[in-house]
């Protein structure tokens, strides 16, 4: 059963910049595509990012393209999200998860407890 726990969110100011990390506990980390999605406030949880279970093969949100860089590290169990010129659109809560690209987001039975990312001045 996998398990996840999402870290690094808080505030920052518009063009800041953060790193998200996801520790994966249970299910096949090292064989796994993972994703990350987001939640705003009053909107549906959507798809920012998700990564290959080599790294080699990534794919973007045409929102955050060019600005957020998935990345993994086997080793350790552990997905990130590096978050660079955030604009307030990016408010949200951040989870990740495996990612299958024939769900949508309400096919996923399970979601960790994610990790508020806040941006304002």
């Known amino acids: 059963q996998l398990q996840v726990v999402e870290s690094g969110g808080g505030l920052v100011q518009p063009g800041g910049s953060l790193r998200l990390s996801c520790v994966v506990s249970g299910g096949t980390f090292s064989t796994a595509t993972m994703g990350w999605f987001r939640q705003a406030p009053g909107k549906e949880r959507e798809f920012v990012a998700a990564?290959?279970?080599?790294?080699?093969?990534?794919d973007y949100a045409d929102s955050v393209k060019g600005r957020f860089t998935i990345s993994r590290d086997n080793a350790k169990n552990t997905v990130y999200l590096q978050m660079n010129s955030l604009n307030p659109e990016a408010t949200a809560v951040y989870y990740c998860n495996n990612y299958y690209t024939n769900y949508g987001v309400n096919d996923y039975d399970y979601w960790g407890q994610g990790t508020q990312v806040t941006v304002s001045s």
């Open positions: 990564i290959s279970w080599s790294g080699k093969q990534t």
